[in-house]
T-cell receptor, first 118, second 112 residues
Framework: GAVVSQHPSWVICKSGTSVKIECRSLDFQATTMFWYRQFPKQSLMLMATSNEGSKATYEQGVEKDKFLINHASLTLSTLTVTSAHPEDSSFYIC??????????????FGQGTRLTVV | QKEVEQNSGPLSVPEGAIASLNCTYSDRGSQSFFWYRQYSGKSPELIMSIYSNGDKEDGRFTAQLNKASQYVSLLIRDSQPSDSATYLCAVKSKNRDDKIIFGKGTRLHILP
């Protein structure tokens, strides 16, 4: 399958600071990228969907000003957690897919980023 | 009704037996169905995808889809301890802009 690289794999930050997570598609053009959050023993919760070159679409209840998503190129999307607080500590996972005409490929996942806010 | 429902488990199965994982979904417009395996602390990995009614086999894994019943299942034959993980059912629907919606997952424990 296609490779999606997510960086960093883990990060610890102080409360009030911002953290940027990168998601790169290494061997395909990621027309769409999805950002998920997963709390312990919970399922993946979709936070937002981003299409290259356009603004991200956020799911209900997700603060767009707190979770800034940029998808400026077909191989890179970033998620910035602004003014992070301990309740933002979670496992953040990106996934990416490519579009061919009206069809999409499977979604491939990055390795995930474990964020701990202290 | 939740969009994708799974029994959270844990489901305990003896090594060598068949593990059966079930999933129901609410959106009749769903077109693509996936099973992901997720080990603790790791990202999900795709095991099977199925798009039409019936069975699809890949090695020890068989996915079954019944769109009339809005039901999809995963069978794992000859279960191995390495199969112990959380299995996530996921559904894609045009009614949801082709987003992939995940169930909460079923924890599977293979007993040696």
């Amino acid at each position: 399958g296609a490779v999606v690289s997510q960086h960093p794999s883990w990060v610890i930050c102080k409360s009030g600071t911002s953290v940027k997570i990168e998601c790169r598609s290494l061997d395909f053009q990621a027309t769409t990228m999805f950002w998920y959050r997963q709390f312990p023993k919970q399922s993946l919760m979709l936070m937002a969907t981003s299409n290259e070159g356009s603004k991200a679409t956020y799911e209900q209840g997700v603060e767009k000003d707190k979770f800034l998503i940029n998808h400026a190129s077909l191989t890179l999307s970033t998620l910035t957690v602004t003014s992070a607080h301990p309740e933002d500590s979670s496992f953040y996972i990106c996934s990416a897919r490519e579009k061919f005409g009206a069809l999409y490929t499977e979604a491939f996942f990055g390795q995930g980023t474990r964020l701990t806010v202290v | 009704q939740k969009e994708v429902e799974q029994n959270s488990g844990p489901l305990s199965v003896p090594e060598g037996a068949i593990a059966s994982l079930n999933c129901t979904y609410s959106d009749r417009g769903s077109q693509s169905f996936f099973w992901y395996r997720q080990y603790s602390g790791k990202s999900p990995e795709l095991i099977m995808s199925i798009y039409s009614n019936g069975d699809k086999e890949d090695g020890r894994f068989t996915a079954q889809l019944n769109k009339a019943s809005q039901y999809v299942s995963l069978l794992i034959r000859d279960s191995q301890p390495s199969d112990s993980a959380t299995y996530l059912c996921a559904v894609k629907s045009k009614n949801r802009d082709d987003k992939i919606i995940f169930g909460k997952g079923t924890r599977l424990h293979i007993l040696p």
